[in-house]
């Protein structure tokens, strides 16, 4: 960068630090009492933080030196095809049978069955741990990753083995960490377990942190959560259950997961639970062995759910920056969930009311159904699977085929055929799969029937 270049890019943010940060703190004290948290001077460190984010936002808006240098992970097939039709026509069988009628209706075929995906997009993107780094790789076989979840027959059991290993991986002993908050914290299991062997005592956004990179070394979607509420901050994990279809909380610090009616509950719905003391009252808690000293009671454990923030990335073992790069800070990579339960604050840049922005389905497969000639349909397929692999297609009973293309050909037998696709990812983990079931009737037998 030329120097002229590097002085237009570095006047505006000193101009902007020098304004905002003051300004932040005044604000703060003339009308501190409109702020979350109560505490004027954690309101003041906050709002500091946020405009020193803000200037660095400014900053790579001008110039950014790590976008290019992104590592994604692939979603969804490498040469998606669209189909000609609007792709929300063929979300039931009732739909795609309607459709047929109207464009082929001496085509002889009936929808029998569809079960098909929808695949809703947050509006903020998220940025996902690829499956092909080597430090996956060295965390699973160091720490014996698979072992621990060995004979395990679904996701759910895994993700409590893990949860509650980890817990005492860290807190087999009593105490609590004596070093400052995030002190040398760099978004890394390696080094926090390896510490952890020496003794080393750490707090819940290293341990939430851990289990997010072990669940990713296994293949699984998993993401940092960050709460804050009047009795105080905690951070828990969540991670993508195809068992429940669902995201659910795993709390590694507290070894807890938290159920109701049988079903492994959310943030999202923890939070909601403030709002009903009864469903409240119905909440369970899977508790994995514990100290005393990590025994809450759970309703202050419930409360901690009041206000909470999404990291939207899980990348930091592939794609590592400086703590001021906005991808790096919570303050502008962070969305905080917002309704009539939350307080305002003033800390994080970006925040939602929708719940598809924090809570998307994973691993779906989008079907979308066209004929191509007689007895032959065109099938165009979609997935949002993170680390995608290929689609897992079976024709009927014949045996399982691959396909890492987005459109394939379908030719129908006369009576009864059968359609099951799901995505795979690098990892080898499956989705839910699609069924499509459709009876052909063919001209012959149509005149027959007449």
């Known amino acids: 960068m030329s120097k002229s270049r590097k002085f237009l890019f570095v006047l505006p943010a000193a101009a902007f630090l020098v304004i905002s940060i003051p300004a932040a703190i005044t604000l703060i004290y003339l009308h501190g009492d409109q702020f979350h948290p109560a505490s004027r001077m954690r309101s003041v460190i906050w709002l500091s933080k946020r405009a020193v984010a803000e200037a660095a936002g400014a900053l790579v808006s001008v110039y950014d030196p790590y976008r290019s240098k992104l590592i994604l992970a692939q979603t969804g097939p490498a040469e998606p095809v669209l189909p000609q039709n609007p792709r929300d026509k063929f979300t039931s069988a009732r739909d795609l049978q309607r459709y047929f009628d109207d464009n082929q209706p001496s085509s002889g075929i009936v929808i029998e069955t569809f079960t098909n995906d929808t695949l809703p997009r947050s509006r903020f993107p998220f940025l996902y741990q690829t499956a092909a780094e080597p430090l996956l790789d060295s965390l699973r076989t160091l720490y014996n990753l698979e072992d621990q979840v060995r004979g395990v027959e679904d996701d759910f059991e895994v993700f409590k083995r893990l949860t509650f290993w980890l817990h005492l991986k ?59 509420s009047e009795n105080g901050g905690h951070v828990v994990c969540e991670a993508w259950c195809e068992t429940f279809g669902k995201w659910l909380m795993l709390d590694p610090t507290y070894a807890r997961i938290v159920t109701v009616d049988g079903i492994p509950q959310s943030v999202y719905e923890l939070h909601c639970l403030l709002k009903s003391p009864e469903r409240e009252a119905q909440a369970a808690i899977i508790q994995g062995k514990t100290g005393p000293q ?157």
């Open 170 to 228: 860290f807190y087999e002993r009593p105490g609590l960490p004596k070093t400052d908050l995030n002190v040398n914290f760099n978004f890394n299991a390696l080094d926090i377990l390896y510490q952890a062997g020496r003794g080393q005592r750490f707090w819940c956004s290293e341990l939430s942190t851990t289990l997010v990179q072990c669940l990713a070394a296994l293949g699984y979607t998993a993401r940092y959560v960050m709460l804050d």
């Open 294 to 450: 990590y025994d809450l009671k759970n309703e202050f454990y419930f409360s901690l759910y009041r206000n909470f923030a999404v990291r939207m990335r899980n990348d930091w073992f592939t794609n590592r920056f400086p703590r001021w790069y906005p991808l790096s800070n919570s303050v502008m990579n962070a969305v905080e969930w917002q309704d009539e339960l939350t307080s305002d604050n003033v800390y994080y840049k970006n925040e939602t009311g929708r719940l598809e922005d924090l809570y998307w389905p994973l691993d779906r497969v989008r079907l979308s159904v066209v004929p191509a000639h007689e007895g032959i349909l065109r099938i165009f397929l979609d997935t949002f699977t993170p680390n995608f692999s290929e689609f897992e297609i079976q024709f009927g009973a014949d045996s399982l085929v691959t396909t890492q293309k987005a459109a394939l050909f379908w030719s129908l037998e006369p009576g009864v055929n059968r359609l099951h696709v799901r995505s795979v990812n690098q990892m080898g983990i499956r989705g839910r799969p699609v069924r499509l079931e459709i009876r052909w009737n063919t001209e012959e037998e149509i005149r027959r029937a007449g």
